[in-house]
């Protein structure tokens, strides 16, 4: 074949090609086609006209923000549901061009010059372009970006997308999660009450006003209520924030998120009046001032509401020794020891030669017992409570990680994982002192039962560490 007759066919085919695209068959779907072919994961960018408004919701680091006259963060929710309807929509008639005439034209569909068009961009772009409803209820007419083909599709997407631009504001005071604090501050300006909060990889501290170990499911619910706090309503853009009581609070939030240089600071202002229990708040990741109901329970925190009434906690698996110590003058320490490679432990002493084994069972159940006991306030330990509780002669229980060490001394290695020191109970209650702690911990005489098998109980007569007795002078205190 001659060159001139390659070229012809070549000619033909784009010809071809061309007729076929301007036809507006190559727009022709299936009924079990997806219109949009749309990935709702990739979509970065969807844009709302109707009439002369316009909606723009852009994404910005995995979060969804309205931009424009009113910028503010977007329902997540909202949005999802909106790509969700638009990715799944399926055309249920189609309509070719050279059906569009008479009665059934662009112009009777009003999609000529359409009012309405939802554009969507998810790596790539697309506009529906919206007309009239359908002949049954839930059915519209619409064309898809520049082609001359109109769908008869579900219009579950209009309810959606076609909205005041406000309706798309994230209902949700902040996207603050308490999951992802590290430090909190919490402040009222009525009786100078503050809190500080801060966490490390053990949970949460408190820091002000008492150092404490914080207990982390009290302080996740206190610190929920306030960041997953629903917001009825935002006040106008031109409120003046002195009439909401900005000027002097009730109180202030400040967060610090792991990784983030910028504090999160929540001012909640005076009470609504038209609206018991609702407060005037302002955020700092958001514009305006907003209302939130339900704040009572977090305002009223007290720093003994989201302390932990629990001991310290000790990895049962770290601990190699265990030292029971009575008063002095009673009776010679006890020290059990783990026995290597198996769960079972044995009692080194007294007297030393004469070896007990304990079951790891017995000896587990008892260190969890200790582990869950639960304070019902809490002390000072000042030298007269000391005395007062019976401390300063106490029953003593060391845990003990032991590090093997290439010496004669049996202790060489040792490293006290924690120091419990019990003292009497006045019938009521009862005292311990954890390490160096400046509070004394006041358990409700009931607790005792998890103490009272000791491991002193295990030898045969269990007699070496006797019950608790009441003190005489010791009252019952919870503070």
Known sequence: MSWKGTLLIVLLALLATFFYLSSGRSR?????DPLLELAPNLADKILIQEGGGTTLILKNGGIWHLKGSLEDRADPHLVSSLLNAAASITPLDI??????????????????????????QAGATHTLWLGIEGAAKGEIYAKLDLGKVVYLIPSMVVPIAFRPAQEFRDPRLTACDSR????????MSDNLRQLLIKKDVHGWNLVNPVGAKGDDDSITTWLDTLLSARIQQWMPADTDPSTCGMDSPTATFTAREEDSSNPLIITI??????????????????????????????????????????????????????????????????????????????????????????????????????????????????????????????????????????????????????????GTSDGNTFAMHVGNSPEIMIYPQKEWDSLKDTPASWIAPPKAIPAITPHPSTSATHP
């Open 180 to 187: 992802h604090l590290e430090e909190a501050t919490f402040s």
């Open 95 to 120: 309509l070719k061009p050279r059906d569009l005439k008479g009665s059934v034209s662009l112009s009777s569909l009003d999609l000529k010059k359409p009012k309405r068009s939802l554009t969507i």
């Open 269 to 422: 202002g005076s009470q609504v009046p038209t609206s018991p229990g609702s407060y005037y708040v302002r955020c700092s990741d958001r514009p305006g001032i907003c209302t939130i109901n339900g704040l009572n329970t977090f305002l009223a925190v007290t720093a003994q509401s989201l302390r932990s009434h629990k001991l310290p906690p000790v990895d049962y698996d770290e601990v190699d020794r265990i030292a029971i110590d009575e008063a002095p003058g009673g009776t010679p320490s006890i020290l059990l020891c783990r026995k290597p490679g198996i769960e079972d432990w044995e009692i080194a002493s007294p007297p030393k030669s004469a070896h007990t084994t304990v079951s790891g069972e017995s000896v587990r159940k008892w260190f969890d017992g200790v582990q869950q006991l639960t304070a019902a306030g809490f002390e000072p330990a000042n030298p007269e409570r000391i005395s007062l509780r019976g401390l300063d002669h106490p029953i003593r229980i060391r845990l003990i990680a032991h590090l093997s060490e290439n010496t004669a001394d049996e202790t060489a290695g040792d490293i006290v994982l924690a120091d419990y020191a019990l």
């Open 28 to 32: 022709t779907r299936s009924a079990f």
